[in-house]
């Protein structure tokens, strides 16, 4: 049961558009459970509480861009 090559690339390429609210419904649904969440803001992990309060845990590198296809291997 096999899919033919063309529906298995269109549904990869896709992908990146199902993901987005899948991340954010189980962003609001942690929140709402009473956990907190992490999340990267202007190059820091920054924890979200349920009342809305912030608290930075780190401050991390800026993003490297990339291109498609490159590959970067880690020093």
């Known amino acids: 049961m096999s899919m033919p090559e063309q529906t298995m690339q269109f549904l990869e390429e896709h992908i990146p ?4 609210p ?4 189980a962003f609001w649904q942690a ?9 990267v803001e202007d190059s820091a992990i920054v924890e979200v509480f349920p009342d809305g309060t912030r608290k930075v845990v780190k401050h991390i590198g800026a993003a490297i861009p990339m291109t498609f296809g490159q590959k970067r291997v880690a020093v």
């Open 31 to 39: 929140l709402a459970s009473g956990s907190s969440v992490l999340v």
């Open 17 to 20: 558009d199902l993901a987005a």
């Open 22 to 25: 899948a991340f954010q419904q």
